[in-house]
């Protein structure tokens, strides 16, 4: 079933919801301005034909994410920075970026361009680092809703505590989009590479280099859907040359140590001529056997990886790998989440944004 069948079939929205969009349009156009009061109960029950509770509830709403204010006797108004009382909310110009961990390469590059793309967009950015952990990644969550962020950039975790923070804020009516990583029993929007087509390209080249025996070198938990849209990258890749599919092929180091794991498993893998590591992290520890061992690449094994670029990996090596866009990628997600704080309602935006694919000295 593709994206645009699924969103048919989704629930019909809460009526609140109606009321919180049309509101927000109108501030994000310009129609109302900082310190404007809003139309009356009774105008806005009559504008979107709903009843007076209905109404209640999405001003309730945007009053928790900072976009309104009420006051007593008055009514509500669109909030102002400077408005006395407001010093502790975000006033809806806030987006959340919440990631596992700001140490990966290919990680500067798509906080850079998430915060030149939201900036542009008129929007600051709260960046919370949860380190892999999904109590934190909770809390984090929790903490921003509270603050009244607009919405949310979210490279979450692999855990099943994600998934069901996922699925709450989705149920609350909350914006996000999901980078990298997706859950496959939720629909929501997500932008994350193609990491089967990266995975197949790499594998399909160490084959047309000669290479049978191929390795892949990846890393627990191995739920991640890009690790394991890479392995079945590789896995088709193999099928679709003639090669047998091998299980003593797939090396899973899970120790601190993993070079040594790979460095004692590599000289048993008779005839082993080629290795695709998943990310790199672990073609780091791969290398690091490789010379413990008196091995070069691409001489005693031909080497490719995702994303194998950074200041991490040996000068004098530059690795054949498949590479993220990341600058591409947070355009897709800035323009998907904007998109729908200011109303869209639509079916789950869903973007596979292809790798760059770059030949080195590894092959």
Not at 56 to 71: P, V, W
Not at 197 to 206: D, M, P, R
Not at 256 to 271: C, F, H, M, N, S
Not at 289 to 317: Q, S
């Amino acid at each position: 079933m593709n994206p645009q069948e699924r969103g048919k079939m989704h629930t019909p929205e809460p009526l609140y919801r109606k009321v919180m969009k049309g509101i927000m349009e109108d501030i994000n156009r310009g129609i109302l301005k900082p310190d404007d009061r809003l139309p009356s109960e009774m105008q806005l029950m009559k504008r979107f034909g709903v009843s007076r509770v209905t109404v209640r509830r999405g001003l309730t709403e945007l009053e928790a994410r900072g976009l309104i204010y009420k006051s007593k006797g008055r009514g509500s108004f669109v909030c102002n920075p400077t408005s006395s009382g407001l010093s502790d909310k975000t006033n809806g110009k806030f987006v959340g970026v919440l990631v596992p961990y700001v140490d990966a390469p290919h990680m500067s590059g798509l906080l850079s361009s998430l915060e030149e793309h939201l900036r542009m967009a008129g929007y600051r950015v709260i960046l919370c680092n949860f380190n892999d952990n999904p109590a934190e990644e909770a809390h984090h969550l929790n903490e921003l809703v509270r603050h009244g962020v607009a919405g949310f950039i979210w490279y979450p975790s692999s855990y099943t505590a994600s998934v069901a923070t996922a699925k709450k804020l989705s149920k609350d009516g909350t914006p996000f989009v999901l980078i990298d990583r997706y859950f496959t029993h939720l629909d929501c929007d997500y932008v994350v590479s193609d990491n089967f087509a990266g995975a197949y390209q790499l594998v399909s080249h160490l084959i047309e280099r000669g290479c049978r025996r191929i390795a892949y070198v990846t890393e627990n938990p191995v739920y991640p859907t890009p690790r394991r849209e890479r392995f079945r990258g590789y896995q088709t890749a193999l099928e679709d040359h003639g090669l047998t599919f091998s299980e003593k092929l797939i090396l899973v180091p899970d120790s601190p140590d993993a070079y040594k794991t790979i460095q004692e498993v590599l000289p048993r893998l008779d005839g082993i001529d080629g290795a695709f590591a998943s990310n790199v992290r672990v073609v780091l520890a791969l290398l690091k056997a490789m010379h413990e061992l008196g091995w070069k690449a691409p001489d005693n094994l031909r080497v490719t990886c995702f994303d194998g670029y950074g200041p991490a990996v040996p000068v004098d090596i530059d690795l054949t790998s498949a590479n993220q866009e990341t600058k591409e990628i947070a355009r897709l997600a800035v323009d998907c989440l904007i998109r729908r704080i200011q109303g869209d309602s639509g079916g789950p935006m869903h973007h596979i944004v292809k790798p760059r694919f770059h030949i080195g000295n590894t092959t």
